[in-house]
């Protein structure tokens, strides 16, 4: 990474976007993060009409991340997929990893609900990080 790359950026918010699409999708860990975040199926249907929107500001605050990333990526010198692999594993490490766990020890939200939620933003950070490597 030696500058910011608008299309890098793109990429790498709409990978996470479409990442959480497929992470909290019912086939994969949706059914079992709306039993743990008591989400009745109701108001996940509920949630359904305001999909686009939501989808919609994920995006945005995507891109916050990656342009973010892309900070860190110049700063640390970053110039390889590899360096984005790793990037994204110790950003996770240090901040998504440790202010997820707030949920568990201050909220009273299940390890389990920690795991599925702290795994997505491993995945998607790396993922990010790769792909502001290009």
Sequence with gaps: MYEL??????G?????????????????????????????????????????????FAFLASMIVA???THFGIAWGVFDWIGGFELGFWLWLGFAAPVLLGSVLWEG???????????YWLISLILMGVILSF
Excluded: H
């Design 5 to 10: 790359s608008l299309w890098s950026i793109l």
């Design 12 to 56: 790498s918010a709409l990978s996470s976007v479409v990442l959480a699409f497929i992470w909290y999708n019912p086939k994969v860990f949706g059914t079992a993060w709306m039993r743990l975040s008591n989400i009745s199926p109701e108001a996940a249907e509920r949630g359904k009409r305001r999909m686009p929107i939501m989808a919609f």
């Design 67 to 69: 342009y973010v990333m």
């Design 109 to 119: 939200k299940s390890f389990k609900l920690y795991a599925i939620n702290a795994g």
